[in-house]
């Protein structure tokens, strides 16, 4: 082990303190996998959640998408966020395919008919990724038809731009978020793509319980996103779309879990996507990290 | 640079650089001298909403529920104040008109880092002002 690997799984260590010495605080987490409302983070909380994608694919072997998140809440209107991607293709190799570093801000400071969050990503992603947390341009499920050993060679160094405009109303949320994406290795053009979702808590009244199975606890609905071209192709020709039903459990023990089973909507799009993710959130893992640095 | 030496910089970078950039400060006494202000703030539309669940027998139980769910760790878990959040007993508080409380619920006051609440349903908010109204000004 070399003094750089030491140094990370330090940095690791010290990372995780301030975790398993926080309280847990409830999450009311929404269900969607690809799109975003406005809700932030709430300051000073880090939630660590881990995603799974299964996708059927045509033409080559079936695959699992996996990610980790840490998403930390900096201030009521800025959260970080960070991944790491990776997936494993039957019959072929799993692998490592990169990292993301997420921050949306939130625009305007109260509560508006429409709330407008910016969203901005940069990717350091290899072509073999297939964790599809947003589609964009001409993305196609052939693209992931070609093997680990060739598509992991090519390394993306992409920056994403969102604009995420969510309204709640009556207990509905609707959110819509069109994307641009640029990739800043090679000469492509802007990539453009589209998530929209809707969805509500299956009961708007808490109980007096605590309970695991309270309807408040289950918030459903469903979500559809793809890709809308690029800068010369502007449109829905050659690209893929996707719809579906998504639902989120919020247990009082900190754990949220989330289902999605998606249906591809043209002969572009993966057959059928499964989701699965589990999360959890930690309060005040802010506080402890300044003391644990020194800090007051 | 390796790529892993990379990515350690980035969960650095992305996780410490907040943190440290942005320490949890104890707003506590600014928060209590300004959350009349912070409450004066609401529309006079917003305050003078009536509270639907202001005589529903549940609602301070599910109140005192979401409270300690969402709200206690800034405010305390008797909502007497803590180190981000100001004492909910405050006179200033429980003299405010339940529409102004679900106003702030709803708005939060994000500059001071009260996030908004709007994503729990109207209902719950309203439980959640049924509780804190409850709770008067004994300590």
């Given at each position: 082990m070399n003094r750089t690997h030491r140094h990370l799984i330090h940095l690791c260590l010290l990372s995780l303190a301030p975790i398993l010495l926080a309280p847990l605080a409830l999450a009311q987490e929404s269900p969607y996998f690809v799109t975003y409302d406005h809700y932030l983070e709430e300051p000073g909380n880090l939630e660590v959640e881990y995603f799974s994608t299964f996708g059927t694919q045509r033409g080559a072997g079936n695959f699992i998408a996996d990610w980790t998140e840490l998403e930390y809440g900096a201030t009521a209107w800025w959260t970080t966020e960070f991944y790491l991607d990776g997936q494993s293709t039957f019959n072929d190799s799993t692998i490592f395919t990169g990292f993301r570093w997420e921050n949306r801000v939130r625009l305007l400071k109260a509560e508006h008919l429409i709330n407008p969050v910016l969203y901005l990503e940069y990717e350091q992603i290899s072509e073999a990724d297939k964790i599809m947390k947003e589609v964009e341009g001409h993305d196609v499920a052939s693209d992931h038809a070609v093997s680990n050993a060739f598509t992991r060679q090519g390394l993306n160094h992409e920056l994403e731009f969102k604009l995420l405009l969510s309204s709640t109303h009556n207990g509905w949320n609707f959110a819509v978020n069109p994307l641009a994406v640029k990739n800043l290795t090679g000469g492509d053009p802007w990539e453009f793509g589209y998530a929209i979702g809707a969805s509500r808590p299956l009961a708007l009244k808490a109980s007096t319980q605590r309970c695991n199975l309270c309807r408040e606890n289950f918030i459903a609905g469903v979500e559809m996103y793809g890709g809308l071209g690029d800068r010369y192709s502007f449109g829905l020709p050659d690209t893929s779309h996707y719809v579906a039903p998504v639902i989120a459990w919020n247990l009082p023990s900190d754990w949220t879990l989330r289902l999605s089973p998606g249906f591809g909507l043209n002969d572009n799009s993966h057959g059928f996507l499964l989701r699965w993710g589990l999360s959890r959130e930690f309060s005040g893992f802010g506080e402890r990290m300044v003391r644990l640095l020194g800090g007051h | 640079m390796t790529r892993i030496t990379s990515i350690g910089v980035a969960v650095a970078f992305s996780l410490l650089t907040p943190v440290v950039s942005f320490p949890q400060q104890d707003h506590t006494t600014s928060l209590t001298n300004s959350v009349d202000v912070e409450l004066a703030n609401a529309p006079k539309k917003a305050a003078g909403r009536h509270n639907p669940l202001e005589t529903d027998r549940e609602a301070p139980a599910a109140g005192a529920k979401l409270f300690a769910q969402h709200?206690?760790?800034?405010?305390?878990a008797t909502a007497g104040g803590g180190k981000k959040g100001p004492s909910l007993r405050a006179s200033e508080v429980q003299q405010a008109p339940p529409g102004a409380i679900f106003w702030l619920l709803t708005n939060g006051v994000v500059r001071r880092g009260m996030p908004v609440w709007s994503k729990l349903p109207d209902a719950q908010r309203w439980q959640l002002v049924t509780y804190i109204k409850s709770l008067g000004t004994r300590s």
């Open positions: - | 709200c206690a760790e800034c405010h305390g």
